[in-house]
């Protein structure tokens, strides 16, 4: 808890509050704080596009994470993991001290687009576009599942060296979104593989067209294959389409109930502030950080119900799914059966194709067991959390009514 650096700003950026820990690392007295701007500690070593970034989130309403270099008052620098969040009339930051192979990697990452921004005369926001893509190139869909996954991993770390216990409901949102991950892994798969698999019916055609008469049955059973498959193609892409805002919600929610963790040892960190600072009232301090971490907790629990409504329509996709697949083996048995019934040396080809047809839906259908079992497991992590969340808001009812008491 003694390792979280905080600040609070009005909406120009001009601190409010700092606790003593910020002004200790810093260098900095209060004095020389009390309504300076933020950039008071700006490292010239940071590049521009970050900070584009981290204002354009804030002013439209989103909480950000990002790794930041600061400037101490004797020159020195220090690295923070800041996660800052808007308030009613300004932003609240809370720093952690960052480690980890993913702090590594962006510190490089930062030395190439401050290179760029000085070399290229590139701005600000050119700048934060290049960051973005850079991310990208790491495997994350956006910079909101890099931050999500980057203060996912500074709690972990953090509260292993500290001793502290595991959040469980972040690491069951955690387990969740490892598991989605997995499962939008096999969906892009799908659609690869139908993508190819469309030939398939098309060579049956054309196969068919030099039997005559006895090929007739194969153009039925091609054309049956395309309509099947294309069905399932429809319910692969609505699939994909809900997935996405899942993985949104999931992302959200996993990263809102990092920050309300966080949040709440805030809110002990000033209520024990010892260091006085002239112009700040302590219990009012107090009293912004409980409302925000309230807040957050409200935003947190919302984004977990979010996630499980979008799970709601996902079994009835993969029913649907099931069925057509069903309905595609049918017509495999159906072409063996065909095939059989003639004697022709084209019939090898179909053959061919059939087989070809049949290490296909075996693929196929091991995937489709592994999307299902990935969505329950998804279904079962965020159950988990809600019931963990719902524990913790109880316990923290009962905590605040006693403090109400007290007073």
């Known amino acids: 808890m003694a390792d979280i650096l905080v600040s609070r700003t009005d909406k120009r950026g001009v601190i409010q509050t700092a606790n003593a820990l910020f002004q200790s690392v810093s260098g900095h007295p209060w004095e020389k704080l009390r309504h300076a701007p933020h950039k008071?500690?700006?490292?010239?070593?940071?590049?521009?596009?970050?900070?584009?970034?981290?204002?354009?989130?804030?002013?439209?309403?989103?909480?950000?994470?990002?790794?930041?270099?600061?400037?101490?008052?004797?020159g020195e620098h220090y690295w923070v993991f800041a996660i800052a969040t808007p308030l009613d009339d300004g932003y609240m930051s809370v720093r952690l001290k960052p480690q980890g192979p993913l702090f590594e990697t962006i510190v490089k990452s930062y030395e190439k687009l401050l290179a760029a921004e000085q070399s290229k005369e590139v701005t600000p926001e050119e700048s934060a576009a290049m960051l973005v893509e850079h991310i990208k190139d790491l495997g994350f869909r956006d910079y909101k599942a890099f931050?999500?996954?980057?203060?996912?991993?500074?709690?972990?770390?953090?509260?292993?060296?500290?001793?502290?216990?595991?959040?469980?409901m972040i690491a069951h949102m955690a387990k969740a979104m490892e598991a989605w991950e997995k499962v939008s892994v096999e969906i892009h798969k799908t659609i690869e593989a139908f993508a190819k698999f469309e030939?398939?019916?098309?060579?049956?055609?054309?196969?068919?067209?030099?039997?005559?008469?006895?090929?007739?049955?194969?153009?039925?059973?091609?054309?049956?294959?395309?309509?099947?498959?294309?069905?399932?193609?429809?319910?692969?892409?609505?699939?994909?389409?809900?997935?996405?805002?899942?993985?949104?919600?999931?992302?959200?929610?996993?990263?809102?109930?990092?920050?309300?963790?966080?949040?709440?040892?805030?809110?002990?960190?000033?209520?024990?502030?010892?260091?006085?600072?002239?112009?700040?009232?302590?219990?009012?301090?107090?009293?912004?950080?409980?409302?925000?971490?309230?807040?957050?907790n409200a935003k947190s629990t919302e984004g977990l119900k979010v996630s499980a409504s979008q799970l709601d329509g996902f079994n009835s996709i993969f029913a649907s799914i099931k069925t057509l697949h069903s309905g595609i083996s049918v017509m495999r048995v159906t072409a063996d059966i065909e095939i059989s019934q003639i004697q022709n040396?084209?019939?090898?080809?179909?053959?061919?194709?059939?087989?070809?047809?049949?290490?296909?839906?075996?693929?196929?259908?091991?995937?489709?067991?592994?999307?299902?079992?990935?969505?329950?497991?998804?279904?079962?992590?965020?159950?988990?959390?809600?019931?963990?969340?719902?524990?913790?808001?109880?316990?923290?009812?009962a905590y605040s009514g006693g403090l109400l008491k007290a007073s």
């Open 199 to 296: 030939r398939l019916p098309v060579n049956m055609r054309i196969q068919a067209t030099h039997l005559s008469d006895a090929g007739n049955a194969f153009g039925v059973i091609a054309g049956n294959f395309t309509t099947l498959t294309g069905q399932i193609k429809g319910l692969i892409s609505s699939l994909l389409k809900s997935g996405t805002a899942l993985e949104s919600a999931l992302l959200e929610g996993l990263f809102l109930t990092c920050v309300t963790q966080l949040q709440t040892e805030v809110v002990d960190v000033f209520r024990h502030e010892v260091h006085q600072m002239d112009g700040v009232d302590k219990d009012t301090e107090v009293s912004i950080m409980q409302a925000q971490n309230q807040r957050y």
């Open 40 to 74: 008071v500690i700006r490292h010239q070593d940071m590049p521009k596009g970050v900070f584009w970034l981290f204002w354009t989130m804030l002013q439209q309403g989103d909480p950000i994470g990002a790794f930041v270099k600061n400037k101490s008052e004797n």
């Open 345 to 397: 040396l084209q019939t090898a080809s179909l053959s061919a194709i059939v087989e070809e047809l049949e290490k296909f839906l075996q693929t196929e259908g091991d995937r489709l067991t592994l999307m299902v079992d990935g969505a329950s497991l998804v279904q079962h992590e965020i159950k988990c959390a809600l019931e963990v969340n719902a524990k913790n808001n109880k316990s923290l009812d």
């Open 147 to 168: 931050m999500t996954k980057a203060v996912t991993e500074q709690i972990g770390m953090r509260d292993q060296e500290l001793g502290n216990p595991t959040n469980v």
